[in-house]
């Protein structure tokens, strides 16, 4: 799938992180998210190669994102997103992988708007929450909760995914493509790495919701996504809360994508005979039980 993606991104135009810091930031933006399998996004990186450059950083078009997600010790943040509360908060720790750069972020939404306020640390520091970040998450929340006391909160999940970063050539939008995403619950260490295997998230950027890509995805019949918070997404595949009605129809589509790799596991199980006539062999893929 790497492969094949970089093959199509050699035909895109090239933007450097420098352009791209200067010209589409975005700390305040509207935000869409488009689920969709990697057959699908294979088709549409056509249509994107027109209007869009990509981020190219010493060669290189796919970064590795590792991300530690904070929280309180009852999912406060999660289920303010479960609750549709308008006012929404996310902080985690960022670690780029190929760059070695790491960096404290606090992401607080209010309907259609996101706000993002972040601040670089030392990639050694990415696990933990240290006395400087613990500094800037209550001051961040304190300014957004009228001089509200800060609750406490501590890592509860970690996500490692490969991204594609895009930028339209009129510097109105940005799309990231995060695949070959992966999560772990980090307290339960006795929990399993989960591997979302074929889903890609598209999530774009822009100044307005008539964008670009809003445009290629109704094109392609893809249906922007509902309730498609990655953290709490996580949390729910992390088996850390009950309730979940908020992103039932996500988890649905989730669901789909990742039964299309079973499918297609259960085809390469049937063979060929001497005689070419067609036989199946047992295929646990065909009846294993897929958990959200």
């Known amino acids: 799938m790497l492969s094949t993606y970089n093959t199509k ?15 589409a930031s975005y700390l305040k933006r ?28 010493d060669g290189k078009k796919t970064f590795s994102y590792d991300n530690i997600y904070m929280d309180t010790n009852d999912y406060h943040f999660y289920n303010q997103h479960q609750n549709k509360e308008k006012s929404r908060t996310k902080v985690r720790t960022r670690y780029y992988v190929d760059s070695n750069l790491a960096f404290f972020e606090y992401k607080q939404k209010n309907n259609w708007i996101t706000s993002n306020y972040r601040y670089e640390f030392s990639s050694e520091e990415h696990w933990f929450m240290t006395r400087g970040k613990q500094r800037f998450y209550e001051w961040v929340w304190q300014s957004m909760y009228a001089g509200e006391k800060a609750p406490k909160i501590t890592p509860a999940i970690k996500t490692k995914y490969k991204r594609i970063t895009l930028v339209s050539k009129d510097s109105t ?11 772990l619950n980090l307290r339960d260490n006795n929990s399993n790495e989960v591997n979302l295997k074929n889903l890609v998230i598209i999530e774009s950027k822009s100044l307005s919701k008539k964008c670009i890509s809003s445009k290629i995805m109704k094109k392609h019949n893809i249906k922007q996504a509902k309730s498609c918070s990655k953290y ?5 595949y992390s088996g850390l809360t009950e309730k979940y009605d908020t992103f039932q129809e996500t988890m649905e ?17 049937i063979w060929l005979t001497k005689d070419k006539t067609p036989q199946t062999i047992n295929n646990p893929f ?4 897929l958990a959200y």
Not at 286 to 289: A, E, L, V
């Open 173 to 183: 939008e940005r799309l990231t493509i995060d695949f070959d995403v992966r999560t």
């Open 30 to 57: 509207i935000d869409n998210k488009f689920l969709l399998n990697s057959k699908q996004f294979s088709e549409i990186i056509k249509d994107l190669k027109k209007d869009f450059k990509v981020l190219e950083i």
């Open 9 to 23: 991104l050699k035909k895109f135009w090239v933007i450097s992180l420098s352009e791209l810091n200067s010209t």
């Open 286 to 289: 065909t009846t294993k039980k």
């Open 232 to 236: 709490s997404l996580w949390v729910v």
């Open 253 to 269: 589509k989730i669901k789909e994508i990742r039964l299309d790799v079973i499918k297609d596991r259960a085809r390469d199980a």
